[in-house]
Nanobody
Framework: QVQLVESGGGLVQAGGSLRLSCAAS????????MGWSRQAPGKEREFVAS????????VYADSVKGRFTISRDNAKNTVHLQMNSLKPEDTAVYYC??????????????WGQGTQVSVSS
């Protein structure tokens, strides 16, 4: 049974930082592209970042480029999202995902339950 469990969310002031983590079980993470998406209240889920199977390629949404960094540790079956210079518009539930394909065109097959990130102005 595949499980993706996110952690690290919370409340932070604008300009602050948070580091999200996603622990994967029931799969070998090096066999999957990993990524993060987010969903703000009243909005559709949107792509945030993805990373290729061995971490050589990353893709970011324009809205987070230069502020967020995705990384992975296949030995620990984990993926991280370092979020710096946070803005109130980054407030959302953040979801970890595992998929097939490339980091730029992944087909997401597994999702975590999400972790709340709230940024106050």
């Amino acid at each position: 049974q595949v499980q993706l469990v996110e952690s690290g969310g919370g409340l932070v002031q604008a300009g602050g930082s948070l580091r999200l983590s996603c622990a994967a079980s029931g799969l070998t993470s090096s066999s999957y592209v990993m990524g993060w998406s987010r969903q703000a209240p009243g909005k559709e889920r949107e792509f945030v970042a993805s990373i290729s199977r061995y971490g050589e390629n990353t893709v970011y949404a324009d809205s987070v480029k230069g502020r967020f960094t995705i990384s992975r540790d296949n030995a620990k079956n984990t993926v991280h999202l370092q979020m710096n210079s946070l803005k109130p518009e980054d407030t959302a539930v953040y979801y970890c995902a595992a998929g097939q394909g490339s980091s730029s065109s992944a087909r997401w097959g597994y999702w975590g339950q999400g972790t709340q990130v709230s940024v106050s102005s």
